[in-house]
T-cell receptor, first 115, second 116 residues
Framework: DGGITQSPKYLFRKEGQNVTLSCEQN?????MYWYRQDPGQGLRLIYY???????QKGDIAEGYSVSREKKESFPLTVTSAQKNPTAFYLC??????????????FGEGSRLTVL | AQKVTQAQTEISVVEKEDVTLDCVYE???????LFWYKQPPSGELVFLIR??????QNEISGRYSWNFQKSTSSFNFTITASQVMDSAVYFC?????????????FGTGTQLKVEL
């Protein structure tokens, strides 16, 4: 089935460690996104990529890094510079210009807890 | 800057009651999309509806209906005869359509609890 796969679903890390969250899609979408969700704050955009080998910062990019080496993959690294990394992270994708209807398609999320 | 406001943090209703979730938005764009997503306890956001800025016609889909009013910048969502399975967090979102991708600005969500 087509969709977006995020892994791991749950992740624990010690303070000072970097951690990478995986996001893979087989929808042939050009654009991919990372959102962070905190209680009472909705979803906030971290990074997005509209095409392979290109990405832009969202509203809360500090302490995060991404890469887009393949169309299907958009991993997010939470670095030790991120002050409060405990959150629920959601990856999404959207079709290319020709098929663009405006909506995003989401994965099931990864919950990161810093111990 | 774009902004979406969902003033209702949490709503509790008894099954079979009707419930309306409010959404107010701000944007300078003349072309934009509005969305509603549902987030069940599993975490994945499920798309419910999209409305573009040129189409103010209200829509009904089963027990769901949406009221889009540009004059008040509102896009409210009503569930008729609510069911326990409607319990979830509901997000309203506004899309800035740029190039080949979309940046969605989300509201803070409304937690809906439907009890027996």
């Amino acid at each position: 089935d087509g969709g977006i796969t995020q892994s791991p679903k749950y992740l624990f890390r010690k303070e000072g460690q970097n951690v990478t969250l995986s996001c893979e899609q087989n929808l042939n979408h050009d654009a991919m996104y990372w959102y962070r969700q905190d209680p009472g704050q909705g979803l906030r955009l971290i990074y997005y990529s509209q095409i392979v080998n290109d990405f832009q910062k969202g509203d809360i990019a500090e302490g995060y890094s991404v890469s887009r080496e393949k169309k299907e993959s958009f991993p997010l690294t939470v670095t030790s510079a991120q002050k409060n990394p405990t959150a629920f992270y959601l990856c999404a994708s959207s079709p290319n210009r020709r098929g663009n209807t405006g909506e995003l398609f989401f994965g099931e999320g990864s919950r990161l807890t810093v111990l | 800057a774009q902004k979406v406001t969902q003033a209702q943090t949490e709503i509790s209703v008894v099954e079979k009651e009707d419930v309306t979730l409010d959404c107010v938005y701000e944007t300078r764009d003349t072309t934009y999309y509005l969305f509603w997503y549902k987030q069940p306890p599993s975490g994945e956001l499920v798309f419910l509806i999209r409305r573009n800025s040129f189409d103010e016609q209200n829509e009904i889909s089963g027990r769901y209906s949406w009221n889009f009013q540009k004059s008040t910048s509102s896009f409210n969502f009503t569930i008729t005869a609510s069911q326990v399975m409607d319990s979830a967090v509901y997000f309203c979102a506004l899309s800035e359509v740029t190039g080949g991708g979309n940046k969605l600005t989300f509201g803070t969500g409304t937690q809906l609890k439907v009890e027996l």
